[in-house]
């Protein structure tokens, strides 16, 4: 296979790509640099010829002559000849493919491959083992006995029943010396019998299969799949007609339509008389290549933009710009509407952080025209694949990693099509498979068909039949359609691989298929033209119905009409009143939970005083500074807690649009459980759940929650302790005020016992901040209590628990939390400063409570305006305290907490009352005011200021996204196809 990022390192260290096996009538791969970017990606659309070929009575004869014009190695040298035969036995399959499309060709080429006859290049004893064919045409006999049976009684089946009789006994009555020529006509006859008695299946009763044409995507994670710039330039959506017979007829939808371009994902109206797909201009530069949501009929007719014309804003989630806006993965909503995926979030993957161009997306909506498009969903990482069920719920596979492992966590969820009600359906805690993608309804079943693929592969891997009446979770709920398939990377690299499944019923499903070798990870991609559309049964039947040896067919879709499901009626605020995605003036819901103590893990009744709300904070842009001890954590803001009383219930308003994660709190407020995952609220919503969930991935009914009563008293969250400031949890503003006013005079001024040091001193200077996302720059007081063994538990990113267990980690899972409960060398801390640091801990103890590289911890000391401050100090408290380290004075990212504020100000008036002579009583004192003044003179302003969710130094860039405002602003205005 083409090892296109092999490719790219081997590029970047010697020079321009070379040798590489091409397609006929292409050009080698060039690399294309990203704006901001040191990785080079290449561009797979652009190959040219392999010499040598000349065509020949057959394929085998063909392809034989190929591989002896074409290998320069002499035979004698077999190890490297059969090298120089791996690395183009591929192309040569293509040339040969091209020039014989006939069908028996086409099935002979298949089977000789998926049997290794051609794996070297002069395999001794002859290329095809006497009797194969012959042996081959047996296992199609077989096939075709049980094919009869998956057909309904009735004169076609009595007379295919005849046809197989004699056809059995030919093969029965034929001899393995019998010629080559005349087994694989023998073997032809009998699959071209198979072949007509499966496509008899009365749910085949349509003429047309809609399909996509293009090159598979040029990186293989599973967000990279999606981006308009890693899709190559494909023919289009295409109309199979007449797609039973042996002379496929292909009816172009697009042609002369759109200019040269990508068009992926489409879907049929339930009337099948429409197409909605995602479509990319590939005339711009290609990273202004951007995927949007566009219309057709299917006779071609009636082409419509939906999203990215002139009218839509494209504005992104609470005004940033650090993605491209693009729309994939339409769905026809049974109220008229469209569901999409979208990056219009404005996220970055968290665990890339700058390694390349790679945005999150989201599920959304909008109305047939494009307008009133809003987020369904407020996750933090990729989501793909919406489909509407038969009970009139969106489905779709949703990425959550929130404190724990990173690959395997791509399960399936429900909602309902304005967003509420959010569920989990299936694999949310399933380690193998990786990623559960492309699901759909079985018709009159209550399965699900889907493909099961890697973590770091496209959208292909194994077919697989849930039934999550079995359990939510588990190998158990699983029915594996393609056997020869493994589970890409969570059970190694797979023979061959499937993708897109189109189930008719439980056994027989429309596909895209590869034969060749489907690695698990990144470190190869699928060739140009891997797949093909085929028809899979559970009988083993794998039947081409179309491959065009030049470009992949993906996504097949019988064109006919299908069933509406219910249309559901919303439960949230109008939407004309509702702010767009993540906004600022958002509105709220409410949560009700019945009782949690339900499933508790085995927690006493009464433990739980307390449930803690928590914000997640995405990630919006493409590389961000190390933010915790914890790689690629997520950011955490508290919302507040509220009581839960003996009965275990609590009704709570709560924010819309954003993600939220629940912690259950006890009597000290410190999380016994913390929900590992999230929830959301739409505007105006209320949701009623049962409780803590347990992992006992029972198939049992769930017990559901009613809704509260009328009497229920909502209340809202308290908010957290500490100072107030945007984003979330800040070590440096929230706790390092505690370690000032109780620890720093035993462990940072003049004794540091223990060898700890717990004062707030940061490295400011550029050569340390502008290298933070490689590395965490802490403060000294943070990396001493991180570096005690056992004294802080966090969830470190790749060595976390799959799931949540009472006092696992956090605040219960370390030494600290009970220290200072139990008091420290006399020292006890009062109440509000001891839960500032529990909910540190509980939030998994981060240092920064924002991703962006213009931090207020960051801000420098004014030199002028120290001394100023020092020579204050001197006069009102002397010469001692004045000559301080300055970070034992002054908290540069919370000013007003400044212990030399704090400190002689009375507890009266919100101050620690530790200075007696020369100290304030209110704030408003003169000497307070002053002082005041001087601390924030004593601080630089910074430099550089956030732009639009970016970090705003354009050349200097060091978040890799200030290219896409620019972008935004000199690309052309989308065109209107109206």
Not at 243 to 253: F, I, Q, R
Not at 317 to 332: H, M
């Amino acid at each position: 296979m083409i090892r296109h990022q092999a490719a790219v390192l081997l590029a970047v260290l010697v020079g321009p790509l070379a040798l590489i096996p091409v397609l006929p009538g292409e050009e080698p791969p060039r690399l294309l640099y990203l704006p901001g970017y040191p990785v080079p990606f290449p561009d797979a659309d652009s190959q040219t010829p392999l010499p040598g070929y000349e065509r020949k009575a057959t394929w085998h004869e063909s392809l034989e002559g190929l591989i002896e014009a074409t290998l320069t190695t002499k035979p004698e040298d077999a190890a490297a000849r059969g090298a120089e035969y791996e690395r183009l036995r591929d192309v040569m399959w293509d040339w040969v493919a091209r020039d014989f499309r006939d069908r028996r060709s086409q099935v002979e080429m298949e089977t000789e491959r998926r049997d290794g006859l051609w794996d070297t290049p002069a395999p001794e004893g002859g290329r095809v083992p006497p009797g194969f064919y012959l042996a081959r045409a047996q296992e199609r006999v077989e096939l075709a006995r049980k094919t009869l049976a998956m057909l309904p009684r009735s004169d076609t089946r009595a007379r295919f029943e005849t046809e197989l009789d004699a056809a059995a006994l030919r093969v029965q009555g034929a001899s393995p010396a019998v010629k080559e020529a005349e087994q694989r006509s023998l073997f032809g006859d009998v699959a071209d019998l198979r072949r007509r008695m499966i496509f008899s299946h009365p749910a085949l009763d349509f003429d047309r299969i809609l399909i996509s044409k293009r090159p598979p995507p040029v990186l293989s994670a599973p967000g990279d799949n999606y981006y308009g710039m890693h899709n190559g330039t494909g023919d289009g959506l295409v109309v199979l007609a007449n797609w039973k017979d042996d002379s496929v007829e292909t009816v172009p939808l697009l042609e002369g339509k759109l200019p040269a371009g990508c068009a992926m994902h489409a879907d049929l109206s339930f009337d099948g008389r429409r197409v909605v797909f995602a479509y990319a201009d590939h005339t711009p530069p290609r990273d202004q290549w951007q995927f949007f949501l566009y219309e057709i009929a299917i006779d071609g007719t009636g082409l419509r933009r939906i999203t990215g014309r002139p009218e839509d804003t494209l504005e992104g989630c609470a005004g940033r710009e650090t993605v491209l806006c693009e729309d994939y993965d339409p769905c026809y909503l049974p109220d008229g509407g469209i569901a999409f995926i979208s990056t219009r979030n404005q996220g970055g993957v968290r665990c890339h952080n700058g390694d390349r161009y790679c945005p999150t997306y989201l599920l959304y909506r909008c109305d047939a025209d494009g307008t009133k498009i809003r987020a369904l969903s407020f996750g933090e990482a990729n989501e793909w694949d919406p489909v509407v069920m038969p009970d009139g719920l969106v489905l779709w596979t949703r990425w959550d990693y929130i404190n724990r492992p990173v690959i395997p966590t791509m399960g399936i969820w429900t909602t309902r099509p304005d967003g509420t009600s959010p569920a989990h359906y299936f694999g949310n805690y399933t380690p193998n498979p990786c990623r559960i993608c492309q699901t759909r309804p079985i018709p009159g079943s209550h399965r699900v068909v889907a493909t099961t693929a890697g973590h770091h592969t496209i959208h292909a891997g194994s077919l697989i039949l849930i039934d999550r009446s079995i359990a939510e979770d588990g190998l158990d709920a699983i029915t594996r359609l393609t056997p020869e398939a493994a589970f890409p990377e969570s059970e190694g690299d797979a023979r061959v691989s499937f993708g897109s499944p189109f189930p008719f019923s439980e056994d027989l499903f429309l596909a895209e298929y590869s034969p060749e070798p489907f690695p698990g990870s990144m470190s190869s991609l699928p060739r140009r033209n891997a797949y093909g559309i085929y028809l899979i049964d559970t009988l083993g039947g794998r039947e081409l119905i179309y491959r065009d040896p030049t470009i992949s067919c993906f996504e097949p879709l019988p064109v006919r009409a299908r069933p509406v499901p219910p249309r559901l009626p919303s439960l949230i605020a109008d939407s004309s009143e509702r702010p767009p995605g993540r906004d600022p003036d958002r509105r709220t819901g409410v949560f009700h939970v019945h009782d949690l103590h339900s499933h508790a893990h085995g927690i006493p009744r009464g433990t739980i005083r307390a449930l803690r709300v928590n914000e997640l904070i995405p990630q919006p842009t493409q590389r961000v500074p190390y933010s915790s001890e914890v790689r690629f954590e997520i950011l955490k803001r508290i919302v507040g807690t509220v009581p839960v009383d003996a009965s275990g219930t609590v009704v709570f308003e709560g924010p819309a649009g954003v993600p939220l994660q629940f912690q259950a709190l006890d009597q000290d407020g410190m999380a016994v459980m913390t929900m590992r995952t999230f929830t959301h609220l739409q505007p105006g919503e209320t949701v009623s759940c049962v409780g803590c969930h347990d992992r006992s991935h029972s198939g049992e009914p769930k017990p559901v929650a009613p809704p509260p009563p009328p009497s229920a008293s909502v209340v809202a969250p308290t908010p957290p302790v500490g100072a107030r400031y945007p984003g979330g949890f800040s070590f440096a503003k929230t706790v390092q005020p505690v370690l000032d006013r109780y620890c720093i005079e035993c462990h940072g001024l003049d004794d540091k016992a223990g060898g700890i040091n717990l004062l707030g001193t940061i490295d400011t200077s550029d050569s340390a901040t502008r290298h933070t996302h490689e590395y965490l720059l802490a403060s000294t007081a943070y990396r001493a209590l991180l570096d005690v063994p056992g004294l802080v538990a966090v969830a470190q990113y790749g060595d976390e628990t799959w799931y949540s267990r009472p006092k696992d980690y956090f605040a219960h899972g370390g030494r600290l939390a009970r220290m200072l409960l139990d008091g420290h060398q006399g020292i006890r801390l009062d109440a509000e400063s001891r839960q500032r640091v529990f909910d540190w801990l509980d939030l998994n103890a981060p240092f920064y409570g924002d991703y962006s590289w213009n931090k207020d911890e960051w801000r420098r000391v004014d030199s002028d305006g120290e001394l100023r401050l020092r020579r204050e100090i001197r006069s009102t408290f002397g010469a001692g305290l004045a000559e301080q380290p300055f970070a034992a004075l002054v908290n540069a990212a919370n000013p007003e907490e400044s212990r030399i504020l704090m400190a002689p100000l009375a507890v009266s008036a919100g101050g620690w009352g530790l200075v007696a002579d020369g100290g304030w009583s209110r704030r408003d004192d003169p000497g307070y005011v002053a002082l005041r003044e001087r601390v924030l003179g004593a601080i630089e302003p910074l430099p550089h200021h956030d732009i639009a969710g970016t970090c705003g130094r354009d050349e200097k860039c060091l978040c890799l996204s200030c290219w896409v405002r620019h972008a935004r602003r000199t690309a052309p205005p989308p065109r209107s196809n109206d």
